[in-house]
Nanobody, 124 residues
Framework: QLVESGGGSVQAGGSLRLSCAPS??????MGWNRKVPGKEREGVAA???????HYADSVKGRFTISRDSAKNTLYLQMTRLKPEDTAMYYC??????????????????????WGQGTQVTVSS
């Protein structure tokens, strides 16, 4: 139901923009998470239905999550990328009323709808 695009390889300090297109129009809380093999999933950013945004401390000031309602698309603009940002990035949506974007950044496994992931690799 969610299709990500925009991943790739970039040198440290560079930028990438990830996109996520739900299969149907949604007003769910949505977010981006990332996973490195052997490590727990990390919440990166989330955006509530009212547009309030939330970020993990590790990306605050470098990443920006946004939603284009007209295009029904979620974005993650990533700047000043670091090698430690290397991961598989997943778009996710939460249809339940209640879980806030802030809570979902802390509990990224609680999303109920997931994309297939897009790889981001940052070289030093």
């Amino acid at each position: 139901q969610l299709v990500e695009s925009g991943g790739g390889s970039v040198q440290a300090g560079g930028s990438l923009r990830l996109s996520c297109a739900p299969s149907r129009r949604t007003t769910y809380t949505m977010g981006w998470n990332r996973k490195v093999p052997g490590k727990e999933r990390e919440g990166v950013a989330a955006i509530d239905n009212d547009g309030e945004t939330h970020y993990a401390d590790s990306v605050k000031g470098r990443f920006t999550i946004s939603r284009d309602s007209a295009k029904n698309t979620l974005y993650l603009q990533m700047t000043r990328l670091k090698p430690e940002d290397t991961a598989m990035y997943y778009c996710a949506a939460e249809p339940r009323e209640g879980p806030s974007g802030w809570w979902l950044v802390q509990h990224p496994d609680e999303y109920n709808v997931w994309g297939q992931g897009t790889q981001v690799t940052v070289s030093s």
